[in-house]
């Protein structure tokens, strides 16, 4: 139980081009998404929290009109990384929620803007 | 805001051994979590504490809830070489704003040799 799915694990892109990145709880409904960056060796940074139906809340520093985050259904969030540049390059994870403290990661996914 | 310490940053050690690392905070948290990352991968969570001075395991991972809240261990018995990855541990507070939302430890790079 508990499985968090991500799409597309990997994605290479042109700068200026904008990235959906796709994640769905697969097993259970999510009334809480969340979606991290994470550099190499270090640990993960927040970068949002989004409920079902409603906007996004964005950590501080985050440009919340370069990271779309939609969170259409109880298992289904999506970031969008808007007109992409080189240093957007990075590894996003999702995890998912369903209220309570634990959350359940998704293998992430390895976004290269060249 | 609240930080999570952990250590040690790193350790290197032989097939066999036991594994100790810990967490230390700043504040209280009501959740104590621990995941473990393999390169490229998201974190899996392995322990989740919920109650100041619980005591968990999980085959061979035992970890601890600080009577304090404000700190907790993991151990490692009888390593082997798959535990190699990445270890953070992380605190929780659901409830009200936070949306149960973790805050991680810089994480401990583990190294098993054969």
């Known amino acids: 139980g508990a499985v968090v799915s991500q799409h597309p694990s990997r994605v290479i892109c042109k700068s200026g081009t904008s990235v959906k990145i796709e994640c769905r709880s697969l097993d259970f409904q999510a009334t809480t998404m969340f979606w991290y960056r994470q550099f190499p060796k270090q640990s993960l940074m927040l970068m949002a929290t989004?409920?079902?139906?409603?906007?996004?809340?964005?950590e501080q520093g985050v440009e919340k009109d370069k990271f779309l985050i939609n969170h259409a259904s109880l298992t289904l969030s999506t970031l969008t990384v808007t007109s992409a540049h080189p240093e957007d390059s990075s590894f996003y994870i999702c995890?998912?929620?369903?209220?309570?403290?634990?959350?359940?990661f998704g293998p992430g996914t390895r976004l290269t803007v060249l | 805001g609240q930080q999570l310490n952990q250590s040690p940053q790193s350790m290197f050690i032989q097939e066999g051994e036991d594994v100790s690392m810990n967490c230390t905070s700043s504040s209280i948290f009501n959740t104590w979590l621990w995941y473990k990352q393999d390169p490229g991968e998201g974190p899996v969570l392995l322990i989740a504490l919920y109650k100041a001075g619980e005591l968990t395991s999980n085959g061979r991972l035992t970890a601890q809830f600080g009577i304090t809240r404000k700190d907790s261990f993991l151990n490692i018995s009888a390593s082997i070489p798959s535990d190699v990855g990445i270890y953070f541990c992380?605190?929780?507070?659901?409830?009200?704003?936070?949306?149960?939302?973790?805050?991680f430890g810089q994480g401990t790079i583990l190294t098993v040799h054969p």
């Open positions: 989004s409920n079902e139906g409603s906007k996004a809340t964005y």
């Open positions: 995890s998912a929620s369903t209220g309570g403290n634990e959350q359940f």
């Open positions: 992380a605190g929780s507070n659901a409830g009200g704003t936070s949306y149960g939302k973790l805050t």
